[in-house]
């Protein structure tokens, strides 16, 4: 049988392991803190996990895992315990920060869009794969975060928005490659741009200008919200905000060329963001 603090090191592990942006920044957050987020990131990463065991099966097979999952940590949430090594953290951290459990609904309904949906028509329909996807994350973080406002979820969830907008932008070519389009098709028409030529053209040039511009605008907006959080949390916050910045930066520098190579941030650069984080704050 797993015991709580075995299921925090669970969750610490898979964000350690994928989410390397997210987990340098929780090193900002009080230790009291810190293992609750990596709960909340457990989730999401393990929801992925089951439909990769799942190997090469077709979409019908993997909503039946996504549906069993979330049936299984429904029931959980319900007597208030887990026996999944993972999910007893994240039980644990919904109880103690009574979070809305319709968030987690949302986030596995985006999960179930993504196996047959590959390309979404206008911005407002990624926007509605997006809520679930990026922005419902927000909402789960706030209550650890402790806002000094209701106007911090609007901040919030444009965020994660912007966070996941960046992704999209650094990954077009490795999302091409799972038959994905997460640029909005009115924006490909309107510039005249096709990503699956896999080059850069004068018309992905101005695409991406566009894309870059919108997002930053989300950055905008969510930078607004960094005086609703306390010193301990808005610091961690400011420092994934300025590490997903900076990819979103070198997109640009590369002039739109999302197919050649993928934009990182490396861990020394990381360590000196995280650094400077705290020592600012």
Not at 121 to 142: C, K, N, P, Q
Not at 173 to 186: F, N
Request: glycine share 6%; charged share 30%.
């Amino acid at each position: 049988m797993t015991t709580l603090d075995e299921s925090y090191a669970c969750c610490r592990q898979l964000i350690r392991a994928h989410g390397k942006i997210y987990y340098a920044a929780t090193f900002l957050l009080p230790r009291v803190k810190r293992h609750h987020v990596h709960a909340l990131y457990g989730f999401c990463r393990h929801a992925d996990d089951v439909l990769e065991r799942l190997g090469p099966v077709g979409p019908e097979e993997r909503e039946r895992a996504l549906v069993e999952y979330g049936d299984g940590f429904f029931e959980d949430l319900d007597r208030g315990d887990s026996d999944d090594p993972v999910l007893k953290a994240v039980v644990h951290t919904v109880a103690a920060f009574d979070l809305n459990p319709d968030c987690f609904r949302r986030y596995l309904r985006a999960m179930t869009m993504d196996l047959t949906v590959g390309e979404y028509e206008t911005f407002d329909d990624l926007l509605d794969y997006m809520d679930g996807s990026a922005a419902v994350i927000g909402e789960m973080m706030l209550p650890i975060l402790e806002p000094t406002s209701a106007e911090a979820i609007a901040r919030a969830r444009d965020l994660a928005i912007a966070f996941q907008l960046t992704g999209f932008l650094r990954d077009v070519g490795s999302d091409l490659d799972r038959a994905r389009v997460y640029v909005p098709q009115e924006d490909l028409q309107r510039f005249g741009a096709d990503p699956w030529l896999r080059r850069v053209t004068p018309e992905w040039r101005a695409l991406m200008s566009f894309e870059v511009g919108r997002t930053r605008e989300y950055f905008a907006s969510a930078d607004r919200g960094m005086s609703l959080l306390p010193l301990t949390s808005a610091r961690c916050i400011r420092a994934a905000r300025n590490m997903h910045a900076e990819i979103l930066e070198a997109v640009e520098r590369a002039d739109g060329d999302v197919f050649s190579a993928r934009a990182r941030v490396p861990r020394s650069r990381q360590a000196f963001v995280v650094g400077r984080s705290l020592l600012r704050g």
